[in-house]
C-alpha cells in the first residue's frame, strides 16, 4: 500500500468546485487506508504530466464536461495507469443526455419524451418547434438542459410556450445543444450501483422549485433525504433491478447512480451518473451507509475496481 495514488480533482468545467470537494474527502480515505496521496488539478496541471513510473493508480474525482465524458478517462488508457469509475465509450454515453436516452429507447426502459433543439438547426423557429413538441407529444412544463452537463446546471423549467422560447435562446448562448423534456411531476428517487450490484434507493424532497445545484449541494436548501425511498417493497425492487440493468447496458464500472422520477406507479429515468459526488453531502455515500458500508470502504471497493481497457 506503500505506491502513490493520484486523485484527479477540480478541472476546468463547471462542476469544478463539488469535484475539489469530492477530490478531497476521497483523499483523506486513501489515507487512512494506507495510501501515499498526491491530488493533481488539471486547471493546474495537465493529466499528461502524471508519472507513469510512480503512481500505483489514478482516483478519478472529477465531475462534467473533459471528466466525466471520456477525454480523461482515454488519457487515463494513453498512460496505461489503472483508474477509478467507468472507460472511456460507458463515460461519454452516459453523459450525452441524447446518446443516453437513445439506449434507455433501445432497452425500452421509460424516460420522458424529448427533442434535441442545435443552433445551427431551423428547428428553433417558433413554427418548427412547437410542431416538434406536439410531434412528439411533450406536454408542459418543460425542462430544458444542457446535452452535456450535471449537477442541473442550466436547467429550467418552463410553464408555457413563451417562457420556452425566451429561454431557449438564452440557454442556447452557453451551450450549442440543448435537451427539451417533459417535465414529469412525483417521487425524486435515485439509485446507486456498486460492481453491478444495486444497494438502495433514496428519495429526495426539495424544499427549491426541482433538485437543482443548491438544493443538492447547499445544506441551507434543506432538502430532505428519505432513506430508503418511501415506496412499496415491490416498486423499491423494480427500480433497483433497473438502475442495475441500465448499469449493466452502459457496460459501467465501479459506481454509478441513477435519477429517477416516480409518477402514475411508473418509473421515469433521467440519466445515469458515472461519477457520482462523493461529498459530506453527497447520495451515495449515505445510501452505502445506510446498508452499512462506511465511506472508507467504498472508496476501497472503488480502488480495487479500478484497471484499464473498460
Known sequence: MSKKVVVVAGGNSRERAISLKT??????????????????????????????RKTKLIFNALHGKDGEDGLAQSIFEYLKIPYTHSGVISSMKAMDKEISKKIFLKYKVLTPPFIIVDKKEKEIEKKNLKLSLIINKINFPVVIKP?????????????DFKSLSSSIKHILKDYGRIMLEEFIPGQEIQVAVMRNKAIGAIELRPKRKFYDYKAKYLKSS???????????????????????????????????????????????????????????LSLVPEIAKYKNISFIKLIKDLVLDAGLKK
Open 23 to 52: 477530490g478531497n474527502e476521497c483523499a483523506k480515505a486513501l489515507k487512512k487506508i494506507g495510501y501515499k496521496v498526491l491530488i493533481i488539478d488539471p486547471k493546474k496541471k495537465p493529466l499528461l504530466n502524471i508519472e507513469k
Open 147 to 159: 446535452v452535456s452537463e450535471g449537477s442541473s446546471i442550466g436547467v429550467k423549467i418552463c410553464k
Open 222 to 280: 434543506k432538502t430532505e433525504h428519505i432513506m430508503p425511498a418511501k415506496i412499496s417493497n415491490k416498486k423499491y425492487l423494480e427500480v433497483l433491478k433497473i438502475a442495475e440493468k441500465v448499469h449493466k447496458y452502459f457496460k459501467c464500472r465501479g459506481v454509478t447512480r441513477s435519477d429517477f422520477r416516480f409518477n402514475n406507479n411508473k418509473f421515469y429515468l433521467l440519466e445515469i451518473n458515472t461519477q457520482p459526488g462523493m461529498t459530506k
